[in-house]
């Protein structure tokens, strides 16, 4: 599975962002996918990952509220709507696919990784 997320950019504080991911390879095989992201000088967190077929999701405590994690199936596309961003929220972000059951939001729970995109959040 190939991922590639996009979108990122400069925002201000309060303001919103949506990335997408996508997604090709064997898709079919997706089970679970999910956001991280990693702050300058520190380890990557988990963001939210959603069930790829029935949609369930599941959001990290810092930004459940704020950020809503959505699929397109017939497009093979994630997406990470962001609301209310905070200067904390900036950070690069990547999308992330599991094939099985795990621990999905830690990143072990994880097959496959895409390349990050930069968000940054100004004061």
């Known amino acids: 599975v190939q991922l590639q997320a996009f979108g990122g950019g400069l925002v201000q504080a309060g303001g919103s962002l949506r990335l997408p991911c996508a997604a090709s390879g064997r898709t079919s095989s997706v089970y679970v996918m999910g956001w991280f992201r990693r702050a300058p000088g520190k380890e990557r967190e988990f963001v939210a990952f959603?069930?790829?077929?029935?949609?369930?999701?599941y959001y990290a405590d810092s930004v459940k509220g704020r950020f809503t994690i959505s699929r397109d199936n017939a497009k093979n596309t994630l997406y990470l709507q962001m609301n209310s961003l905070r200067p904390e929220d900036t950070a690069v972000y990547s999308c992330?696919?599991?094939?099985?059951?795990?621990?999905?939001?830690?990143?072990?729970?994880?097959?496959?990784w895409g390349q990050g995109t930069l968000v940054t959040v100004s004061s």
């Open positions: 992330a696919a599991s094939l099985s059951f795990g621990s999905h939001n830690t990143l072990k729970g994880y097959d496959y």
């Open positions: 959603i069930n790829w077929r029935g949609g369930t999701t």
